[in-house]
């Protein structure tokens, strides 16, 4: 059974007295930094020296210095760069300038798990995963709430790591939520195949197939985009909410009829299958040679697919709606 913890087993004292680098300033890191500011903590951010993102987070407060200067000067070393990034920054600035009893904190298990960062054992090594997007990080926070957050440990060599991983993730708002035990394995792998069997690839393509359906069939492509694309959120907004019952609750009985006798035929024993053989590429570790591949080669693979997903018909249906609608910023 999963364990829990509470504001109430946050020692804050330890996080106070270290000072933090937050590396990186993107969709994580900037939403981390500047939720860990206004909690009252010891921030910096770390930016290669030619980032464009240096003037925003000198703009915003925050004292701007390298990876290196902060693997020299700073307690916690706070990973917000992305996955197949890190490793090069980690071996080339940080590892060089560790010294013992520092924190590497990280957002995402993956170059701890795939063994492409292995820290010295006199390092602790720590997880907060907030299960949240960075701009949801943020709102939440602004709002005085917060989203939910995975906590893990992979290496204690201070006997404080559990402390210093729950104090940051009382700075970004995480704790006011929820904050649940995992491990670097276990959040690692659930979330790249929640992002690919389901969320950033599964449902997508769901979308995209429904709409194709209709629009082969004869219906206008607006008249899909909003039946299985925009009415998505919807329903997304009630799974959160109310789970499955009570999103099957709130919504018609014909929907609920249709959806619960059909569902099963779209999404069948062959499509539970192939999500096995996705999840077994995922912990063989075979997705993310592909993937570290795929970007030391400049990423080809990529760039075609975003291009022929930009030029679908659903995608230049919806551009148009959505600014009809005022959705498009």
């Given at each position: ?5 509470s ?11 270290q000072k933090?680098a ?116 943020r ?26 991983a ?48 209709l ?26 909410a ?47 040679r592909?993937?570290?591949?795929e ?6 693979n ?28």
């Amino acid at each position: 059974m999963a364990h829990f913890y509470s504001e109430s087993d946050i020692q804050l004292d330890r996080i106070r007295s270290q000072k933090i680098a937050v590396i990186g300033y993107g969709s994580q890191g900037r939403p981390h930094a500047l939720n860990l500011l206004d909690s009252g903590l010891d921030i910096t951010v770390a930016l290669y020296e030619t980032s464009p993102s240096r003037v925003r987070a000198l703009d915003e407060g925050f004292s701007v210095i390298t990876a290196q200067e902060a693997a020299q000067r700073c307690d916690i070393l706070a990973f917000c760069v992305p996955d197949v990034k890190m490793a090069a920054i980690y071996h080339a600035e940080i590892a060089p300038h560790l010294r013992p009893g520092q924190t590497l904190l990280f957002i995402h298990g993956f170059n701890i798990h795939f063994g492409l960062i292995s820290p010295p054992p006199d390092v602790d090594v720590a997880l907060v995963a907030p299960k949240g997007a960075g701009y949801g990080v943020r709102k939440n926070f602004e709002e005085h709430s917060g989203v939910p957050g995975l906590i893990a440990i992979h290496q204690d060599a201070t006997g404080q790591a559990l402390q210093t991983a729950l104090g940051y993730a009382w700075g970004l708002g995480c704790a006011r939520v929820m904050l649940m035990e995992t491990t670097f394995k276990e959040e690692t792998v659930t979330d790249l195949f929640g992002e690919q069997a389901v969320l950033c690839g599964g449902i997508p393509e769901l979308v995209k197939a429904g709409f194709q359906t209709l629009v082969d069939a004869g219906y206008q492509p607006e008249a899909a985009y909003f039946e299985v694309l925009h009415e998505t959120k919807l329903i997304v907004d009630l799974l959160v909410a109310k789970g499955l019952t009570g999103m099957r609750q709130a919504i018609s009985d014909t929907a609920e009829w249709g959806g619960l006798i059909q569902g099963p035929t779209v999404i069948d024993e062959q499509v539970r299958e192939r999500m096995k053989k996705v999840l077994a590429a995922i912990e063989s570790g075979e997705f993310t040679r592909e993937w570290i591949e795929e970007d030391a080669c400049g990423r080809p693979n990529l760039k075609r697919l975003e291009f022929s997903e930009q030029t679908l018909q659903v995608e230049t249906a919806g551009r148009e709606l959505r600014k009809r609608m005022n959705l498009e910023q």
